[in-house]
């Protein structure tokens, strides 16, 4: 079985939960297992953060931001900066395959700020997010997630190009990526911005928006799934 490592941070135990149910899921379903730390036991323990991470991992981060009303104010990180120390030793931001956000919807804009301020600084992106404990929607999505991530990792020199499409602009691009579209079972598909910004939109079967998300030079999107 593939063994995941994840870096993370919970509180007050909603991600925790949360990755026991992925770990749990992903066995069943994927044959692969999560190896997660929370990195507050760490601190607890009084180990040091100051070690370096030579394998690919993931993190998942809950926001804590100190006051602020949602809007324009209240950005500065409380509580998990543990996290940030440790991704910030030496290289191991460079083996961070991808951030994963969790929050609560109450705090509007700041909803799961942290993890976007985290791939912002060390540049790695936003795999997802999901809010409190997450929905099974959320672990199975995550699941899937996390997999094409691992995929792209490894095997991004050897995954083949079958078609590769003229450069686009606001005003040259194909009718498919303007609405909703469908990736074909094998493959995936992979957008470079050049320069500019991109919303992305995830959508349910039924048309539903899932997810937005908003990409530009410094934090390219991940690979879009089948
Ligand atoms: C003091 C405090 C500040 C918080 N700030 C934010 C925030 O800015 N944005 C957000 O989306 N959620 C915020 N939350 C909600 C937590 O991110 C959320 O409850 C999360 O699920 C906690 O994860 P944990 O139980 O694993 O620690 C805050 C919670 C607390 C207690």
């Known amino acids: 079985m593939q063994v995941i490592r994840i870096y993370y941070i919970s509180l007050s135990g909603n991600t925790t939960n949360f990755l ?13 297992k999560l190896d997660y730390v929370n990195v507050k036991d760490l601190v607890k323990n009084n180990e040091s953060l100051e070690f370096e991470i ?3 991992y993931f993190a998942f981060l809950p926001a804590y931001l100190e006051g602020g009303n949602g809007v324009t104010t209240g950005n500065i990180e409380i509580l998990t900066t543990p996290l940030r120390r440790l991704i910030a030793y030496k290289k191991n931001s460079k083996y961070c395959m991808g951030i994963i956000g969790s929050g609560n919807r109450n705090f509007n804009k700041q909803f799961c700020l942290t993890a976007h301020q985290y791939s912002e600084e060390f540049g790695f992106p936003v795999l997802d997010e999901f809010e409190l404990r997450g929905t099974e929607e959320d672990v199975i999505r995550i ?12 095997y991004s ?10 450069n686009m602009t606001p005003h040259h691009m194909p009718h498919t990526l303007r609405h909703s579209h469908h990736i074909k079972d094998g493959t995936w598909e992979k957008l470079t911005i050049w320069s500019g910004k991109i919303k992305i939109f995830e959508l349910r079967e039924n048309g539903d928006v899932l997810r937005e998300c908003t990409y530009d ?3 390219q999107p991940p690979f879009i799934e089948p």
Request: net charge neutral.
């Open 20 to 32: 026991e149910r992925l770990d749990h899921y992903l066995q069943k379903e994927l044959q692969e």
């Open 54 to 56: 030579k394998e690919p």
């Open 143 to 154: 699941s899937n997630r996390l997999n094409t991530r691992l995929i792209e990792w490894r």
């Open 157 to 166: 020199s050897e995954l083949v190009s079958y078609r590769l499409l003229p």
């Open 217 to 219: 030079t410094s934090n």
